[in-house]
């Protein structure tokens, strides 16, 4: 599975599925799964604005594999894929600043998640 993000001519974020956009209408899983590219684009944007670079020609794939038999995301690939003129002293340190991103980090480490209600007090007591 490929989530797509492309810039727009503003530099808005856009996230799509297929060729369709991923947006608050769609399931809560899709956009869980873009948080991670959109997160990444956000800050591949923030390095080539920071440089007066143009963000034309610049997208990103976030490559998912999927267990099916799990229903669960095995691994991601985040891929920058920078226009021919970008500077190649500077990839290293793209990667560096999409490794930043707090939604990778917590991909990579995930936090407990632990489900209450209010009735949780009343049952216990």
Do not use: W
């Not at 034309?56 to 021919?84: A, C, F, G, H």
């Not at 995930?110 to 209010?118: D, F, Q, R, Y």
């Amino acid at each position: 599975m490929n989530i797509d993000i492309k810039f727009n001519e503003t530099g808005k974020i856009i996230p799509s599925y297929n060729g369709k956009e991923i947006t608050m209408d769609e399931s809560p899983y899709m956009i869980y799964l873009a948080t991670t590219g959109m997160c990444s684009a956000v800050y591949v944007r923030a390095f080539l604005m920071q440089r007066g670079m143009s963000l034309e020609n610049v997208t990103l794939t976030q490559i998912i594999t999927y267990n099916r038999m799990t229903n669960m995301v095995e691994n991601m690939e985040v891929k920058v894929d920078l226009p021919d003129t970008f500077p190649t002293k500077y990839n290293k340190a793209i990667k560096a600043t999409v490794d930043q991103c707090p939604v990778k980090k917590h991909m990579v480490a995930p936090p407990t998640v632990l489900v209450t209600t209010n009735l949780d007090v009343v049952i216990e007591a």
